[in-house]
């Protein structure tokens, strides 16, 4: 411990391993010490104890050729009860199924917070771009995936947008066009418990020139059957973390 650090708690510890652990959300699968550092507003001694400490308990890994660190297969091993219990491991060959039909990346996302989170991404054999790679989390009063959400919630919902839900609601997705260098459309359908609880969305994006008013009408309809089929894989899942739904 250096002389301008204060003493650590255990607790202090445990939430610094987090902040480094927190530093790969997005799209960046390797950091170096620098980068967690200034990620995670550490000192970089401390961050690199941290990230060693990470290491050796397999949460993280370090490359040897670059000491470039990433997530460790640890960290996957801890991540499979959650993904079980959310549903994933029966909802993911529908998933494929429904992005090899369309040919497009099919993205499934929940509610976290005031945030859209993707917690699965199941890509197409061909056809695939990265433009079809959604955020990891997106606002849910701006994104596609967050309006299929708010739109069949009973709580939470803001008043000001109550006709475009009715609308969203009405014709059974939302839709989304994002800025960027090519434009983006994305458009999802809610899913839906075996007691009509929302508990997430599937969304799609891809380059609005291709993904234009044809390819919508063409694969809404499969968006909604795997929708309904993966519904009830999520009862468990929905009765403690979903939207009430109307």
């Given at each position: 411990?250096?002389?301008?650090?204060?003493p650590?708690s255990?607790a202090?510890?445990?939430?610094r391993?987090?902040?480094?652990?927190n530093c790969?959300q997005?799209?960046?699968p390797?950091?170096s010490?620098?980068e967690?550092?200034?990620?995670?507003?550490?000192?970089v001694?401390?961050?690199f104890?941290?990230?060693?400490?990470?290491?050796?308990?397999?949460?993280l890994?370090q490359?040897?050729?670059?000491?470039r660190?990433?997530?460790g297969?640890?960290?996957a091993?801890l991540?499979r009860?959650a993904?079980?219990?959310?549903?994933?491991d029966?909802?993911a060959?529908?998933?494929?199924?429904?992005?090899?039909?369309i040919?497009?990346?099919?993205?499934l996302?929940?509610?976290d917070?005031?945030?859209?989170l993707?917690?699965?991404?199941?890509?197409?054999p061909i056809?695939?771009?990265?433009n079809?790679i959604?955020?990891?989390?997106?606002p849910?009063?701006?994104?596609a995936?967050?309006h299929?959400?708010?739109?069949?919630?009973?709580?939470g919902?803001?008043?000001?947008?109550s006709?475009?839900?009715?609308?969203?609601?009405?014709?059974?997705?939302a839709?989304e066009?994002?800025?960027?260098?090519?434009?983006?459309?994305?458009?999802?359908v809610?899913?839906?418990?075996?007691?009509?609880?929302?508990?997430?969305?599937l969304?799609?994006q891809?380059?609005?020139?291709?993904?234009?008013?044809?390819?919508?009408?063409?694969v809404?309809?499969?968006m909604?059957q795997?929708?309904?089929?993966i519904g009830?894989?999520?009862?468990?899942?929905?009765a403690g973390?979903?939207?009430?739904?109307?």
């Amino acid at each position: 411990m250096t002389a301008t650090e204060p003493p650590r708690s255990g607790a202090q510890a445990v939430d610094r391993a987090v902040y480094v652990l927190n530093c790969f959300q997005g799209g960046d699968p390797e950091l170096s010490l620098s980068e967690l550092a200034q990620r995670a507003g550490l000192p970089v001694s401390t961050t690199f104890r941290l990230a060693q400490a990470l290491v050796r308990g397999r949460l993280l890994e370090q490359d040897p050729a670059t000491d470039r660190y990433r997530i460790g297969h640890g960290l996957a091993c801890l991540a499979r009860p959650a993904l079980s219990r959310l549903g994933l491991d029966d909802a993911a060959p529908h998933l494929y199924a429904l992005a090899a039909g369309i040919k497009i990346t099919v993205s499934l996302s929940v509610a976290d917070a005031d945030e859209a989170l993707t917690v699965f991404q199941a890509r197409p054999p061909i056809h695939f771009c990265h433009n079809q790679i959604p955020q990891e989390r997106r606002p849910l009063t701006t994104s596609a995936v967050g309006h299929a959400l708010l739109a069949h919630a009973s709580v939470g919902l803001d008043r000001g947008n109550s006709e475009l839900f009715d609308t969203i609601r009405r014709r059974g997705f939302a839709i989304e066009e994002i800025d960027s260098d090519e434009p983006i459309r994305a458009i999802a359908v809610p899913v839906l418990g075996p007691d009509r609880q929302v508990w997430g969305a599937l969304g799609v994006q891809a380059r609005a020139v291709r993904l234009d008013r044809e390819l919508v009408r063409a694969v809404l309809p499969a968006m909604h059957q795997i929708a309904v089929r993966i519904g009830p894989y999520f009862h468990t899942a929905a009765a403690g973390e979903g939207f009430d739904a109307p």
